[in-house]
C-alpha cells in the first residue's frame, strides 16, 4: 500500500489544520497516512482523526510567544533574553526537524502545507517520492514569496492551490522559471454536506467564521455585502395563464 506523509506545523485549531485533517481522513480510506506534526500543542488534534491515521511529533517543546511578549510587556530584562534565545532554538529545531522528516521519506507522497516547507521539501526530497506543496492563502503574495515561487520550488512535482485564479497567477509567475512543477488548484471541501437541505431554508445572513486578526481582513464584508445589496436581481421565469414558461 502507497504511502502519504503528510507535514503540518501542528494539530490545534486553525483552517490548515482543519484541512489536514479532512486530507488525512480521506487519504485513509485507500492509503496508509502518517501526520509528522512539528509541535505538540496543548488539546491537539483539534479535529477528528480517522483512527487509521498515524501521528508523530517531531519536537518536544512548543512555540513560547506568549512567554516572550510576557516578558517584554513585564520589563523583564531577564526574561526576556532567557526567551529570545528560547525562542531561536525552538525556530532553529523546527527546521531541522522538518528537514529531516522531509529526508526520512524514501517512497510513496509527502505533502508540505506552509510556504517555508515547500521550499525544504524542493531542496530536500528524495527522488522517487511524489512531492506535493501545497498554499492556503489568498493572492496577496510578498515579494520573498514570489521569489521563492520562481527559484525555490523547481524540486516540487506538483503545486496545490486553492483556486483557479490562484492556479493562473501562479503559472505565469513560473513561466520561463519552472518548467517542472504542475500548478493545480485543489479547494478545501466539507467532509460532510446535509441530506436534505430543506431543512436549512436560505436568509439573510452572513456568516463569516474565523479568528479576529487583521490577517483575516472580516472588515471587507461590509463593503461586499454592500456591493452585492447594490445588484439588482434577475426576475426569476413564471408560469404564464397557459402555464407556459414566459420570461419577464
Not at 129 to 141: E, G, N, P, S, T
Not at 194 to 213: I, S
Not at 230 to 236: G, H, K
Request: charged share 30%; glycine share 6%; with cysteine.
Amino acid at each position: 500500500m502507497k504511502k502519504v506523509t503528510i507535514i503540518a506545523l501542528h494539530l490545534a485549531f486553525g483552517g490548515i489544520e482543519k484541512a489536514i485533517c479532512a486530507m488525512a481522513n480521506l487519504f485513509a480510506e485507500r492509503y496508509e497516512v502518517e501526520v509528522l506534526s512539528v509541535y505538540d500543542m496543548p488539546n491537539a488534534p483539534a479535529f477528528p482523526l480517522d483512527g487509521r491515521v498515524k501521528v508523530r511529533y517531531l519536537l518536544s517543546d512548543t512555540p513560547n510567544r506568549e512567554e516572550w511578549k510576557a516578558a517584554f510587556s513585564g520589563h523583564d530584562l531577564a526574561g526576556l533574553a532567557r526567551e529570545s534565545l528560547r525562542a531561536v532554538k525552538i525556530l532553529r529545531d523546527k527546521k531541522r526537524a522538518v528537514i529531516d522528516a522531509i529526508r526520512s521519506v524514501e517512497s510513496g507522497v509527502i505533502i508540505t502545507t506552509r510556504p517555508e516547507d515547500n521550499v525544504l521539501l524542493s531542496k530536500y526530497g528524495r527522488p522517487g517520492v511524489l512531492k506535493i506543496a501545497q498554499l492556503h492563502q489568498d493572492h496577496r503574495f510578498d515579494k520573498g514569496l514570489v521569489k521563492d515561487f520562481k527559484k525555490n520550488y523547481g524540486g516540487v512535482d506538483v503545486f496545490a492551490l486553492l483556486t483557479p485564479g490562484l492556479r493562473d497567477e501562479v503559472r505565469d509567475m513560473l513561466r520561463g522559471h519552472n518548467d517542472h512543477t504542475e500548478v493545480v488548484y485543489i479547494p478545501n471541501f466539507l467532509e460532510h454536506f446535509p441530506e436534505n437541505t430543506d431543512k436549512y431554508p436560505r436568509e439573510k445572513t452572513v456568516l463569516a467564521v474565523g479568528r479576529l486578526n487583521e490577517v483575516k481582513r472580516f472588515e471587507l464584508l461590509i463593503p461586499v455585502c454592500r456591493f452585492a445589496q447594490a445588484i439588482p436581481r434577475l426576475e426569476a421565469p413564471h408560469r404564464g395563464r397557459r402555464g407556459g414558461a414566459r420570461q419577464a
